[in-house]
């Protein structure tokens, strides 16, 4: 499990590689929850709050990114 300190030392990169893993991996468990029994149902809630993480962290940047450009003016 990824924790919010792990995820903020990660680059714009890394976070949208791991975004992109985490989302493909929801859909397929949702999927298989759909179809089949899971064998972890709490798979889901982990993957959606990684998410939600890794969101909140880019949305943070991106504020400070935008507080940055509107102090150098």
Do not use: C, W, Y
């Amino acid at each position: 499990m990824t924790t919010a300190k792990e995820l903020r030392e990660m680059s714009d990169e890394q976070l949208e590689l791991t975004l992109k893993d985490a989302a493909e991996h929801l859909f397929r468990l949702r999927i298989q929850s759909q179809t089949e029994r899971l064998d972890a149902p709490t798979e889901l809630r982990i993957n959606r709050r990684l998410i939600a993480r890794v969101k909140t962290i880019q949305s943070e940047r991106a504020i400070a990114a935008g507080a940055q450009e509107e102090a150098t003016k």
